[in-house]
Nanobody, 125 residues
């Protein structure tokens, strides 16, 4: 059974940092691309970043470029999202997702087969 378990969310103030983790199990880690998505209340789910572990490709949404960094620790089957200079607009539930094989478009949520339960990130002004 494939499982993705997110952790690291919390309440921070504007300008502070958080690091989210996504621990993957039940799959061959290197065969997947992993995406971070977020959903704020009343808004649609949006892609934040994606890493294709086997290929080494990385993608970011324009809204987080220069502030967020996605990375992976292949030995620990874990994907990270380092979030710096957080803003109130970053407040959302953050989800980790996994897609086997290649990704045609990192922001297309339908390409991801597996999803975590989400972790809340709240940034106060």
């Amino acid at each position: 059974e494939v499982q993705l378990v997110e952790s690291g969310g919390g309440l921070v103030q504007t300008g502070e940092s958080l690091r989210l983790s996504c621990a993957a199990s039940g799959l061959t880690f290197d065969d997947y691309a992993y995406g971070w998505f977020r959903q704020a209340p009343g808004k649609e789910r949006e892609a934040v970043a994606c890493i294709s572990v086997g290929v080494g490709s990385i993608y970011y949404a324009d809204s987080v470029k220069g502030r967020f960094t996605i990375s992976s620790d292949n030995a620990k089957n874990t994907v990270f999202l380092q979030m710096n200079r957080l803003e109130p607009e970053d407040t959302a539930v953050y989800y980790c997702a996994a897609a086997e094989g290649g990704i045609n478009y990192y922001a297309n949520s339908h390409e991801y087969e597996y999803w975590g339960q989400g972790t809340q990130v709240t940034v106060s002004s």
